[in-house]
């Protein structure tokens, strides 16, 4: 069995190349990170191929003047080269498994060549996507930064002609399947978590503390900045990694009760460090495939606080390893906020019980392991 994997970026692909690798089953790793980045993950460059175009030209655009970017959005045209420098790259194999939105002539060439094509889609469907957020965007009267309409078209085109598409919970699963697609074109299971990379150290205050990454409007945050405000518990602090996006300032404005600490981006090998000082992790996002996170946080022994729409009913049962809330509800997060303040042996449990969870089916073998067996049978029912 020989693999080939397109994509623009990293997302979890390297994780899969890397468990391909060790099987010998990876054929190339196709992507546009350069390749002193991508071996870090284990990939040899001899299995790489860098289009690193792609990367010049996206990053360079970000740093552009934002009276730049409302006059053109690029998404479509970077897509395009992406993809249609792939398809030069490409070679017989057996399966061919491209990302959505930058795959549709990579997917078209490599049927050509007698492969499976399988479609990596690692959110929601794009049309439930596009609603929700939008949704979200006209409650709050913003403008919502929408996704090109011609990438939008492109992706429904690679849901049709894709063999299977490859998607990581049961809530994408669910959006789907409310569009028409056939359950049986669908792969659905769960990605993993190094856990190298994320381990518990001891905590060192008493301090209540909740974790949370993200910060925009999709990853709900404004709820949470809300609840936690509102609550305004003794004692307490709310951490947020990673970027802030500028819709959220006046909300952080709005909601900062002199407990909220936004310590912006941090490297990923240092993370563990972060999750170690909280108590709990919240994850109140309003659309996301499977947040990579919630495994992070889990392996650090946090339990979890996570909406319907985060993939963490795959990851963990309501009332064990933490709790699963609806989108949008301020009330259901004060309430399960407040119970763990109120209940810290509950809380300490939880989150082992949290950890255990990650460490006995969560790993990037056990993804591997999944995935692969699930590619033989692909393959063999040919």
Same mark, same amino acid.
């Given at each position: ?28 790793l196709?992507?546009?990170?350069? *390749? ?5 993950? &284990?990939i $040899?460059?001899? @299995?790489? #191929?860098? %289009? ?5 030209? !996206? ?39 491209g990302?959505a939105?930058?795959?549709l ?56 002609e ?10 994408? *699963? ?5 569009? &028409?697609? $056939?359950?049986? @074109?669908? #792969?659905? %299971? ?5 856990? !190298?990379g994320?381990?518990?150290?001891p905590?060192?205050?008493d301090?209540?503390r ?56 941090k490297?990923?090998?240092?993370l ?6 909280g ?15 919630q ?30 809330i609806? %989108? ?5 997060l ?9 209940n ?39």
């Open positions: 069995m020989q693999i080939i994997i397109s994509v623009p970026g990293r997302f979890h692909a390297f994780y899969l190349a890397n468990q391909l690798f060790k099987r010998e089953y990876l054929k190339k196709i992507t546009s990170y350069p *390749k002193f980045e991508t071996i870090k993950y &284990g $040899p460059k001899d @299995k790489i #191929i860098s %289009i690193i175009i792609k990367e010049i030209i !996206n990053r360079g655009w970000r740093k552009l003047p934002v009276s730049v970017k409302n006059f053109y959005n690029p998404q479509y045209f970077i897509s395009e080269l992406y993809d249609k420098l792939v398809t030069q790259k490409l070679t017989s194999c057996d399966i061919f498994i990302w939105g930058f795959s002539h990579s997917l078209r060439k490599a049927k050509e060549l007698g492969a499976i094509t399988i479609l990596e889609r690692g959110s929601s469907h794009m049309l439930y996507q596009q609603e929700i957020l939008n949704q979200e965007y006209e409650r709050f009267g913003l403008k919502n930064k929408k996704t090109h309409p011609r990438i939008i078209n492109k992706e429904l085109q690679e849901y049709k894709a063999d299977y598409i490859s998607i990581p919970s049961q809530f994408v *699963k669910k959006t789907f399947l409310e569009r &028409g697609i $056939p359950e049986n @074109k669908l #792969i659905h %299971i769960p990605y993993g978590v190094d856990l !190298n994320f381990i518990k150290v905590k060192t205050d301090i209540f909740i974790i949370t990454v993200g910060g925009n409007l999709q990853k709900g945050t404004h709820y949470l900045l809300q609840a936690f405000s509102e609550l305004n518990l003794p004692n307490s602090e709310l951490i947020g990694l990673g970027n802030l996006s500028d819709e959220m300032l006046p909300f952080l404005k709005k909601y900062d009760n002199g407990k909220i600490n936004w310590v912006g981006h490297p990923q090998k240092e563990y460090k972060y999750y170690s000082q108590l709990i992790y919240i994850h109140s996002s309003i659309q996301e495939g499977i947040a990579l996170v495994l992070q946080a889990m392996a650090c022994g946090l339990p979890l606080i996570c909406t319907t729409n985060t993939g963490g009913q795959d990851l963990i049962e309501d009332g064990k390893e933490g709790f699963i609806p %989108i949008r509800d301020v009330k259901a004060k309430e399960k906020i407040l119970y763990f303040y109120e810290p042996g509950k809380c300490r449990e939880m989150g082992q019980a949290a950890k255990r969870k990650v460490q006995q089916g969560f790993t990037w073998n056990d993804y591997g392991e999944k995935i692969i067996e699930k590619y033989k049978e692909i393959l063999n029912s040919k």
